[in-house]
């Protein structure tokens, strides 16, 4: 039907493989790298924090060929696919540079102490930016080559893969997706309803409004708009609704949660309450469409770590999107059997999908993102088992709720029995070292003999001993994580420059009530499931 | 594959010269479609605009105005 499955394979044709191929190419380097006895760190960078000029210009200077490699890196892939799926190289290559620079300028303001104070991250500043510069001037043709909202946000989500433990999809996903098909089935109904019964518009108008609000957004709209044979300016009409709801709730989503969500870990004493886990899970039910849900979850995990990231990716994309083949297919059969006998197509396409629709409409980018969860659950599971963390004696631990510097002397330290076997005291190397992970028991066992310097180095040795958090998660899921941050930079600035809100409410309000039903009984519903029904499993999540 | 099966598909949609299914030109077709999503993601598939009906189809489907489309267009 389209040039991909005219010309075979769409391995190379579509977004969503190349996703795949970027993804698992960075992954590949970042392990390789490690594996090599070196990291991809130096190359995967993002700015860091500043308050005055002068540290701004020394961090730019300091990182120049970090931020290089990874515009080089990126763009050699971006382009040689985009080529590859037809589009205009120049064209694609000068906006490219433009989102990039565009990307770091907005890391950069987001480092600013300033923007900190005011609680904006990177995500809702690229959002902001981009949808204040959009609504001025539209983007010309040209640009548009580049604004590849989807292909930005689903290499993000597969190189979030390899920060999401297998173990964490497999405990949280079966109670994601009973969520998420509660939540999706009574949206599309209630939408479906709206629409058809209360404002009496087309049954497949209907479907593409459902779809949109219960499933994948714009995406789903449109895989089941093909399925039902929906009216082109259905489908216009379902993507304008769509976009227009999905950015609303970034705000309205974003604001809510971080009031809701208690500053600094502390714990939660007010009856509005929620934990970063809640959050996450409660946009991955109630936001219309990945990138837009990235957008919130992204910007919570600036003050919260991953648990809302995590959350949002098991609700949204494995409890809801990878379904959209089943809704097309059912809805199809659903089209034929009842919807189309009420009208008369006369000579308009007849027929309907077959069951191969499943797997044809399936994101193939959470193929990915399965992929890369398996090969960094594997290596995390194989820590070498001669791996023997080391600490100087004088020196700084990092923790994620404190840094502290110390100064230690262990030259007659008393090592307890029992260990001696496995910790030591290198003289030479002003370290001491322990083989094996240490436990908190054995930390408290060296603790009890230690004055307060030594406590904080044998606190640093207890973290350094932890081969994943001091190797893998700092030398190879560090650097991807930073990656990870760069593509959905550059997706959320591509929503804000490609959104003209302008252009988008040409519809009439009946579909808009429609899908406005929808949304009241969606996010009620799912703070509800979320917080009362299933928050245990949310709040454990991390 | 069945007679009737294979003689719909060599009239399907998939094969008609009206179709359109160059990503680019599917979302010029669709105003917003850029926002939150794509013409070139796997969730399209292999649907395409059929310019005459002004519907959203897949390469299943068949009608009386199916023009077949050149060899290598």
Known sequence: ?542 | MSAPRSRARERGCERCAYLVRDAAEFEAALPGILILSSGQGESRGDQGLCPIHQRLVTREMTCGRFERRAMGE
Request: charged letters at 15%; proline letters at 4%; aromatic letters at 14%.
């Open chain 1, 1 to 542: 039907m389209n040039e991909r499955s005219s010309k075979g394979s769409n391995l190379l044709r579509t977004e969503d493989y190349w996703a795949i191929w970027l993804g698992m190419l960075v992954i590949a380097l970042s392990v390789g790298f490690f594996w090599a006895g070196s990291t991809l760190k130096p190359w995967a960078v993002t700015p860091g924090t500043w308050s005055d000029p002068s540290q701004l210009t020394s961090d730019l200077a300091e990182h120049f060929f970090g931020f290089l490699s990874v515009f080089l890196g990126f763009g050699l892939v971006f382009a040689i696919s985009m080529r590859i799926m037809g589009r205009n190289l120049g064209e694609f290559l000068l906006g490219y540079t433009i989102l990039f620079l565009g990307s770091l300028a907005i890391l950069y303001l987001a480092g600013w102490s300033e923007m900190e104070r005011l609680d904006l991250g990177a995500p809702l500043l690229a959002l902001l930016i981009g949808l204040v510069i959009g609504n001025i001037k539209a983007a010309p043709e040209w640009f548009k080559t580049s604004l590849r909202t989807e292909y930005y946000i689903k290499t993000g989500i597969v190189l979030l893969g390899a920060t999401l433990p297998l173990t964490l999809i497999a405990e949280a996903g079966p109670i994601a997706f009973v969520q998420a098909t509660i939540v999706s089935i009574t949206t599309w109904l209630v939408i479906y309803l709206a629409a058809t019964r209360i404002f009496a518009l087309d049954p497949r108008f209907g479907a593409v409004l459902g779809t949109g609000g219960a499933v994948c957004g714009v995406s789903g709209s449109i895989a089941v708009g093909g399925a039902v044979k929906a009216d082109k300016d259905h489908i216009a009409i379902g993507i304008a609704v769509v976009s227009i709801w999905a950015i609303a709730m970034i705000f309205a989503l974003t604001f809510l949660t971080k009031w809701m969500i208690p500053a600094g870990g502390a714990a939660m004493t007010e009856w509005y309450h929620i934990s970063p886990g809640e959050a996450g899970a409660w946009v991955g039910t109630s936001e219309y469409a990945d990138a837009a849900g990235f957008a919130v979850v992204a910007e919570l995990a600036s003050d919260h770590g991953d648990a809302p990231i995590h959350a949002f990716t098991l609700m949204k994309v494995i409890g809801r999107d990878i379904w959209i083949g089943i809704w097309a297919f059912v809805l199809s059969i659903v089209s034929v059997t009842f919807w189309e006998r009420g009208s008369q197509t006369g000579e308009g396409p007849q027929g309907r999908v077959g069951i191969s629709v499943v797997w044809e409409r399936f994101p193939k980018f959470v193929l990915g993102f399965f992929a890369a969860s398996v090969v960094m659950s594997l290596i995390a599971a194989s820590p070498p088992d001669d791996y023997v963390g080391r600490a100087p004696v004088s020196g700084t631990f990092k923790s994620k709720a404190q840094t502290h510097e110390y100064y230690a002397d262990f030259s007659d330290f008393q090592i307890p029995a029992a260990l001696a076997d496995r910790f030591a005291y290198q003289a030479a190397e002003d370290a001491i070292s322990f083989e094996g992970k240490m436990s908190l028991e054995e930390l408290n066992a060296l603790a009890a003999h230690a004055d307060e310097e030594q406590t904080w180095a044998l606190k640093n040795l207890h973290a350094k001993s932890d081969w994943f958090e001091s190797e893998l998660e700092a030398l190879v899921i560090g650097p991807i994580k930073k990656l990870r941050s760069w593509a959905f930079v550059l997706c959320f600035l591509c929503i804000g420059l490609s959104t003209r809100f302008k252009e988008l409410a040409t519809f009439g309000l009946k579909p808009f009530w429609a899908f406005t039903i929808g949304v009241l009984v969606n996010v009620p519903l799912g703070y509800v499931l979320t917080t009362k029904v299933f928050a245990d499993y949310w709040r454990a999540l991390q």
